[in-house]
């Protein structure tokens, strides 16, 4: 790894290695897996077997980055510790472990996978594929022929739209294994999703609730889902297209508010609370640099930049309490509607995924401006 | 033609050089109309915007005039005001000496900016800073808001657009167009080169982009006799690219390193 050139990018790595040894503490903390969040008043939570599963894609990306084995260590540690928690029908149980309720859980499942999957093109080691096939299979078996999961959410009455957060993992496990079946649950949700986007870009049900407004947490999940689904099915235009409107949206709310973008956003595209949801904005930014990534233009990574500067802006790093050093709350202020006075380990996943792909951007940009001067 | 002329702030240079300019050319000012700063409003929307360096440079460029330079060579602005022999720093007191109206209002949108521009019978309203304008301001001069723009439209809408003309790879021009209700979305009235060279900088590369606004706007009413001819003009709105906003530090530095990298 060589020394970043300009000082945004020498910046963007210390955030990166500040964010990722927080990811770690929060593996040393986690029983096992890694903790859902650090609080300054109650300290480190359980594991959280949901945010474990795609914090190892991201460890993995670490350790390729920083070449610190530790990285990919850990991710194999939590990896084991997924599979020994793994239901027997293939799935993974919601919320914290342990478990008050055994039963998978459609989401968590399904970002668990990502884990698998990750570990498996690492490692080409066949148990992590197995289970992640198990668990794909349990996820498509119970899609409905109208392209919805009946059982599952927490806390929706109707399959939520940020969903396409399933779909995405099914397709990278369909990718691995070629298990058609898979592939086409993953598609008939997708394609039941297309016809909850509305002409302003809005996703309807893309919040944690059947009505009111949606966190840019899971407005992200729902774009992000797309975006990942379309390059995993080589097609961009059904399915990573249609998000462009929402994206067009989000690229000049971000601009007109220097990065500071609204946490919430009601369906008509009204800031709801004034507070910055922090993970929602490190995954907003990785979605306009994915756009980018299909149409380039600059402007897109100019705001994805201002998005990434404003968490990294208000990230702690020389506090006495280790658990806030490096972490990413939930919200800005930290008493914000989400996640209030939590430090969630996705939070710091999202962020450590978005400064790589800014870096890498960045990067890349950099070395065509320098290359065209000789 | 009677014209008047918007400013962002007392000390605007390139406010100052479009009203004299403009003057000698023989057009009569029937109003300056300067927005003041001291709007607690107007502090927020900035630093919401462009953030508290943003608030630093402008505050600075407020009670300056020009902004700071660290080119070796004469800053194109100040270059622009000799050539025009411009002794005056300030719109107040180059309204003071010429005899032409001059007005302090909160948001060029409110009533009395309005009222100033109409008690004028302005036929053309410049705009040299100060705000986005609304609908009823615009139609007070029946759509006749022209605005000399730092960069290549229908490509570079929206703000630092010679500094993203540059980045994009676009045409280094200025252009001149009427403001309607979208943001450089107006018709295209002309289009004139800056001269940029290997020694620029992102300071210099803005001074000559405005310098050049400046000298372009000029030349633009020179062949305009009546405001109805420009309406014959091109409509871009149909058009338009993606809107720009300010660099933030990342693509800045990238800039920087585009520019220096052509030395």
């Known amino acids: 790894m060589s020394e970043p050139q300009l000082p945004s990018l020498q910046r963007y790595q210390h955030h990166l290695d500040i964010t990722g040894r927080w990811c770690q503490r929060s593996a040393e903390k986690g029983k096992g897996g890694s903790c859902a969040h650090f609080s300054p008043f109650l300290g480190w939570s359980n594991p959280y077997p949901e945010t474990t599963g795609y914090l190892i894609p991201t460890l993995l990306k670490l350790h390729q980055h920083f070449g610190d084995e530790s990285y990919r260590q850990t991710a194999q540690e939590l990896g084991q510790w997924l599979l020994d928690i793994q239901n027997d029908d293939g799935s993974w149980h919601g919320g914290l472990h342990p478990a008050k309720q055994p039963e998978g859980s459609v989401f968590n499942t399904g970002q668990i996978l990502k884990g698998m999957a990750a570990l498996y093109r690492d490692s080409n080691d066949q148990r992590w594929l197995d289970a992640a096939s198990r668990g794909a299979k349990w996820l498509a078996d119970d899609v409905s022929a109208s392209g919805l999961w009946p059982n599952g959410d927490y806390q929706a009455s ?9 779909a995405w993992p ?7 294994n070629q298990e058609v079946s898979v592939r086409q649950a993953a598609e008939r949700y997708l394609d039941k999703m297309l016809t909850r986007i509305k002409d302003n870009g809005v996703v309807s049900h893309w919040g944690f609730k059947d009505s009111g407004p949606a966190f840019t947490h899971t407005i992200a999940y729902t774009i992000r889902g797309f975006q990942e689904s379309a390059r995993l099915i ?28 609204a946490g919430s956003f009601d369906e008509k595209w009204h800031a709801t609370g004034d507070f910055v949801c922090l993970t929602g904005n490190a995954q907003l930014a990785i979605c306009l640099l994915l756009m980018e990534a299909q149409k380039p233009d600059l402007r897109l990574v100019n705001a994805a930049t201002k998005l990434v500067d404003f968490v990294a802006n208000v990230q702690r790093q020389s506090t006495p309490i280790s658990g806030v050093n490096g972490a990413v709350a939930g919200s800005y202020p930290l008493w914000g509607k989400y996640m209030i006075g939590r430090y969630p380990n996705w939070a710091a996943k999202y962020f450590c995924d978005a400064l790589l792909m800014t870096q890498e951007r960045v990067n890349s940009e950099l070395g065509k401006q320098t290359e065209g001067a000789t | 033609m009677k014209i008047a002329l918007t400013a962002g702030f007392d000390k605007s240079l ?39 360096s943003g608030v630093k440079k402008a505050i600075n460029k407020m009670l300056k005039g020009v902004e700071a330079s660290d080119s070796t060579g004469p800053n194109p602005l100040q270059v622009l005001k000799a050539e025009q022999n411009l002794q005056d720093s300030s719109l107040k007191a180059w309204c003071a000496e010429k005899g032409v109206s001059y007005h302090v209002v909160k948001s060029l949108n409110s009533d009395e900016a309005v009222s100033t521009i109409t008690d004028g019978n302005a036929d053309m309203l410049v705009y040299g800073g100060g705000g986005i304008l609304r609908s009823h301001i615009i139609e007070a001069v029946n759509g006749n808001v022209i605005n000399p723009h730092a960069g290549p439209l229908p490509e570079v809408r929206g703000m630092n657009a010679i500094e993203w003309a540059t980045l994009l790879d676009f045409r280094q021009t200025v252009t001149v167009h009427l403001i309607d209700s979208g943001i450089d979305t107006g018709r295209l009235i002309a289009e004139t080169a800056v001269p940029v060279d290997n020694n620029d900088n992102i300071d210099t590369l803005r001074s000559k982009a405005v310098a050049t606004g ?50």
């Open chain 1, 158 to 166: 109707v399959t939520p739209s940020y969903y396409t957060h399933v």
């Open chain 2, 14 to 52: 390139p406010a100052l050089l479009m009203a004299d300019r403009l003057l000698t050319d023989g057009h009569a000012i029937t109003a300056v109309v300067v927005v003041s700063p001291y709007s607690i409003k107007r502090v927020r929307q900035m630093l919401v915007s462009r953030g508290f």
């Open chain 1, 170 to 176: 099914m397709l990278e496990v369909w990718q691995l």
């Open chain 1, 234 to 261: 080589d097609d961009y235009d059904r399915y990573a297209a249609p998000m462009e409107p929402a994206l067009e949206v989000i690229y000049r709310k971000s601009e007109m508010s220097n990065g500071k973008l």
């Open chain 2, 214 to 263: 400046v000298r372009a706007l000029s030349e633009a009413l020179k062949t305009i006799k009546t405001p109805a001819e420009i309406n014959t003009h091109d409509n871009i709105g149909q058009v338009a690219g993606r809107q720009c906003f300010p660099l933030g530090q990342a693509l800045t530095e990238l800039l920087a390193v585009k520019l220096n990298s052509r030395t």
